[in-house]
């Protein structure tokens, strides 16, 4: 289950993408023929592209400029700022301009890292292309472990230039001596796909200041937070930042050697491992992305997905994934400059294994399924581990979850037709999972419990588009978690609850010959978190609203609109501003208001 080196990776059904080309939208069909640009596979669609033939891209030159998206502005992302102290950084650079053409390798440096007390470590990635290509995969690594996951955003002949941060302290027990550091974008070009993206990374390695303590230590006492899918750092105690763990281990299968592969439907991931016999905190460092016709899973009848973890067979965790939009996802002129929620910078997903601590010691195995997959998902992660002292030793206690998650769909005709379906899909659990660890004479309690709920209502007017079709898709997912530690000098209890919904109707039509076609198409993500930790409280609220209608005859484009908004609030009890807000307002590829 290696991972997939080919072209157009991000593709949903083989369709085309939509970049521009001096000022004009042009659909530039996939291999094998394409049959709209970047839409929602509807129910039904086969697996070739939709009847109609293929839309021809346009030429090199003459394309007639349209009166919005004749310049655009560097991309931007919505989501919250990385917090450092204000002191200057010692800076490593790992990746320097590296240049990922047709098929390359990946971009190895072996470095020194600095020694010192960190209190923060950010990775530091910018990102330039030039001309036109598909939104592609961007991965990080260090060694063998995954430290970072993001889309790049799709190219225009000017030239764009973008720029994420995150915060990698979680890894800061790789993070000394000397390392290899990978970067890798999976990137491939033709006549037309020209864009090749450059790529600089840096580590920032930040001293205490500030109200910024060196990091420390997670512990039973004062652990990082886990299922946590949007704040990678968490919540830890007041005014002081999550705990690291002392080992991060990669899950890696015996046949490769990477944490990053390919997840077939019907297929499981799984990798053996050798763990300390003193471990006291455990948490799965999980990283997926849906692709193929799983790009748009949340399209897709039945919709519903679940990420299923287990150790030794026992069920041990589940995700039930956000609904990430790539930056050519759907209609790309809504996505110009402002991104969809985390698409440039996917956050790992924190499952806690701490009930499983007593168990951990010596070899075990780990597997991974994405249940419902009717594409590819890639997958994979990293378990982050507390040790130390006297050898641990105790047992899982009760564990009530089950897998898979059975959804109910139930489906209509829309004035008799079946043309015109109308599906409903719900599922919802809830599981408890408490386990007992024992170190040096003294015992201690772990226990989770996490509900969830999942809701899809969708209507599509001839979904094997035949004609003009269209598709109108609600989705919505809330997670409320627990956990309590008692023993001990330890009182720990904590909770996350987060909900997440899109909402994308979208519609397209095509000629007989394929050479002009419209697509009007509307995306809306709304995610909110709130974590809590005794009295320690941090909440986010993430909105965007977008818009984008493309027109295009004989690979003339004739219409391009759009125009999107996003709202952003965050409220801390950690070091930093205690609220942070922000709206962005772009309209024809321009920003017209930042507050």
Not at 94 to 104: K, L, V
Not at 436 to 448: A, M
Request: aromatic share 8%; net charge negative; glycine share 10%.
């Amino acid at each position: 289950m290696r991972r997939l080196r080919h072209a157009r990776g991000w593709l949903a059904i083989s369709v085309a993408a939509i970049v521009l080309i001096g000022g004009s939208v042009t659909a530039l069909a996939a291999t094998g023929g394409a049959a709209h640009p970047r839409l929602v596979p509807p129910p039904g669609a086969v697996a070739g592209g939709l009847a109609g033939g293929k839309i021809a891209a346009a030429p090199e030159s003459g394309a007639h400029a349209a009166s919005e998206f004749a310049t655009t502005a560097n991309p931007v992302t919505l989501d919250p700022p990385v917090k450092v102290p204000h002191v200057t950084p010692v800076t490593v650079t790992i990746a320097d301009a590296a240049a990922f053409g047709n098929a390359p390798p990946a971009a190895t440096s072996t470095v020194a890292l600095p020694t010192g007390d960190w209190s923060e470590v950010v990775l530091d990635v910018t990102g330039t292309e030039t001309g036109r290509q598909y939104d592609r995969l961007l991965n990080i690594d260090d060694g063998p472990v995954q430290i970072f996951l993001g889309v790049t955003p799709e190219p225009t002949p000017a030239g764009i230039t973008w720029h994420v941060q995150k915060d990698i302290t979680a890894y800061l027990p790789l993070l000394r001596g000397t390392r290899t550091f990978s970067t890798y974008v999976d990137n491939y070009l033709s006549s037309i796909d020209t864009g090749i993206p450059v790529i600089t990374a840096k580590l920032l390695f930040y001293p205490a200041a500030d109200g910024f303590a060196p990091a420390r230590t997670a512990s039973l006492a004062s652990p990082a937070l886990a299922g946590d899918a949007f704040d990678e750092s968490g919540p830890g105690s007041p005014a002081t930042r999550a705990g690291v763990p002392t080992e991060v281990v990669p899950i890696v299968p015996a046949d490769d050697s990477t944490d990053f592969n390919t997840v077939n439907s019907g297929q499981t991931l799984s990798a053996t491992v050798t763990l300390p016999d003193d471990i006291t905190a455990a948490t799965l460092d999980l990283y997926a992305v849906g692709q193929s016709n799983d790009e748009f899973w949340w399209g897709l009848s039945p919709a519903f997905r679940e990420i299923e973890v287990s150790v030794d067979g026992k069920p041990a965790g589940v995700v039930w994934p956000f609904p990430f939009v790539y930056t050519g996802g759907v209609n790309p002129l809504i996505w110009r400059p402002l991104t969809g929620i985390h698409t440039m910078d996917i956050p790992s997903y924190r499952l806690d294994l701490t009930p499983f601590a007593g168990e951990l010691g010596g070899t075990h195995t780990i597997t991974l399924t994405v249940a419902g997959n009717d594409g590819y998902w890639l997958a994979g992660g990293s378990l982050l581990l507390t040790s130390g002292g006297a050898p641990v030793t105790g047992k899982v206690t009760s564990d009530t979850l089950s897998f898979p998650t059975t959804s109910q769909v139930t489906t209509a005709e829309a004035l008799g037709s079946a043309s015109q379906p109308v599906t409903s899909e719900s599922a919802s659990a809830a599981y408890q999972i408490s386990g007992t660890l024992s170190q040096g004479g003294r015992t201690w309690t772990d226990t989770l419990s996490q509900s969830l709920q999942f809701g899809n209502d969708q209507t599509n007017i001839d979904p094997a588009c035949t004609t003009a079709c269209y598709q109108w898709a609600h989705q919505e997912t809330t997670s409320a978690g627990t956990e309590t530690i008692s023993g001990p000098g330890v009182a720990v209890s904590r909770a996350d609850n987060a909900s997440w919904t899109i909402d994308a109707p979208n519609g397209y039509q095509q000629n007989a010959s394929g050479t002009d076609f419209f697509l009007p198409a509307s995306v809306s993500q709304q995610l909110t978190d709130v974590a809590t930790q005794g009295a320690y409280r941090t909440s986010l609220s993430e909105s965007i609203m977008g818009y984008g209608a493309l027109e295009e005859d004989n690979s003339v484009s004739t219409i391009s609109d759009g125009d999107t908004t996003g709202t952003i609030t965050v409220q801390d009890g950690g070091p930093g501003p205690t609220v942070y807000q922000q709206t962005i307002v772009t309209r024809g590829g321009t920003i017209v208001q930042r507050t």
